[in-house]
């Protein structure tokens, strides 16, 4: 059966024939919507087309599709004992390896989603302060429950009532917003870097970093890091590090199992009991293969220097894309950072060229995306690149 003939079942049996962040309805024609294999950095759509794909599952792909090592390790543990009524030592062993590994982190809980441990360390931060208020900033995306969502549907505006919001990178913003609920503060929520979809990105300021860490402090409040997106691909600590911060609670998921369905919240000391008496859980939690996944996907990681190499490789996308557009005469701004790039032609507010670019690109076998950032992994490497550039450079040609 064709894409289409599978859009036209899926519109029977699910709301709009696909929802979430999976649909291509906000898409230009010519997106696939179903796929039937995948490898590396590569995947076929249903109808058989291959694509180098650039948005590696909007982000948990950090390793490649099918990385043998990571996938061998989950199937083994899946065939030996994957979920019952206890977890495995893997549980134990993979909270080892994390607080290893980030500065930060003194305990870990393990969930399922990235919007699980935002939320788990909003409940965690109001455990320990007693308090309701955890600041967000505008436009900021930490999942899909309507907390941190603004703009889902079906949800109450009382909903946002203890989530006040401030302007990423801007100091003074963020300094009022916490004065306006002060005695009532319990955490402040950041990302790694402003990722806002549809818009350009931008790096964090490290004085705004170091501002908001001595808010954190002299409120009592929690700094809290969401490194869903950014983990592991910016560096191998929490992402903040580089700016010579560390955070208190940190937010974990696609990058932790390669694609196997696992995240995680991270916290120092200060925060533990606050965590053991505050309940969370889930069905599906505590599966053993994902957790053996996430171990040698940190493995594969560390031995790679996977933060530096996306950057090599993408900086390489980067530069001769921006050759490619100036050769043929189109004005592109190109932003956030070289593992996780945000491409647009310039003026164009609605992306009606990106659109169509995007199209173009698809037509030459490479996915791209017109306004949320992409993602590349260590299945990019340089002789990949070229040859995405090769393409790029014909679709480019016929904009």
């Given at each position: 059966m064709t894409d289409e003939e599978w859009r036209s079942r899926a519109s029977q049996v699910i709301p709009g024939g696909m929802y979430g962040h999976m649909s291509t309805r906000?898409?230009?024609?010519?997106?696939?919507?179903?796929?039937?294999?995948?490898?590396?950095c590569r995947l076929t759509d249903v109808d058989g087309n291959e694509y180098i794909d650039f948005m590696c599952s909007y982000g948990p792909m950090i390793a490649g599709y099918g990385h043998p090592e990571i996938q061998a390790a989950a199937n083994q543990q899946r065939h030996d004992y994957d979920i019952g009524n206890g977890p495995s030592k893997e549980i134990v062993l993979l909270a080892e390896a994390l607080t290893d590994q980030v500065s930060?982190?003194?305990?870990?809980?393990?969930?399922?989603?990235?919007?699980?441990?935002t939320t788990i360390c909003n409940m965690i931060a109001r455990a320990k302060s007693g308090?309701?208020?955890?600041?967000?900033?505008?436009?900021?995306?930490?999942?899909?429950?309507?907390?941190?969502?603004?703009r889902?549907?079906?949800?109450?505006?009382?909903?946002?009532?203890?989530?006040?919001t401030y302007e990423f990178n801007n100091i003074a913003s963020v300094v009022d917003a916490a004065e306006r609920v002060r005695g009532d503060l319990a955490g402040i929520m950041v990302s790694a870097f402003k990722h806002d979809a549809g818009q350009p990105q931008a790096l964090t300021d490290p004085e705004f970093a170091r501002v908001v860490r001595k808010i954190c402090d002299d409120y009592d409040a929690a700094l809290i890091l969401d490194d869903v997106r950014a983990g592991m691909r910016l560096s191998l600590d929490a992402s903040w590090t580089e700016h010579g911060v560390q955070v208190d609670l940190s937010a974990w998921g696609k990058c932790i199992g390669n694609g196997e369905p696992i995240a995680a919240v991270l916290g120092s000391e200060p925060w533990r009991e606050a965590a053991s008496r505050t309940f969370v859980t889930g069905s599906f939690w505590y599966q053993s293969a994902p957790m053996a996944?996430?171990?040698?996907?940190?493995?594969?990681?560390?031995?790679?220097?996977?933060?530096?190499y996306i950057e090599e490789v993408g900086q390489h996308f980067r530069d001769g894309l921006a050759e490619i557009a100036q050769r043929h005469g189109h004005g592109l701004s190109q932003s956030g950072p070289p593992q996780m790039p945000t491409v647009m032609f310039d003026g164009d507010t609605r992306f009606e060229k990106g659109n169509r670019f995007c199209q173009l690109a698809l037509s030459q076998g490479v996915y791209l995306h017109p306004w949320h950032n992409m993602f590349l992994s260590l299945a990019h490497n340089e002789s990949v690149i070229s040859e995405s550039l090769d393409r790029l450079d014909k679709a480019m040609g016929q904009l």
């Open positions: 906000a898409l230009p024609d010519g997106y696939p919507q179903f796929f039937r294999a995948a490898n590396g930060h982190a003194e305990w870990a809980i393990f969930a399922k989603n990235g919007n699980d441990a308090r309701r208020k955890i600041l967000v900033a505008d436009g900021a995306y930490h999942g899909a429950q309507p907390w941190a969502a603004r889902t549907n079906g949800t109450p505006e009382e909903d946002y009532v203890h989530f006040p996944s996430a171990l040698v996907t940190l493995k594969v990681l560390n031995e790679a220097n996977a933060p530096n």
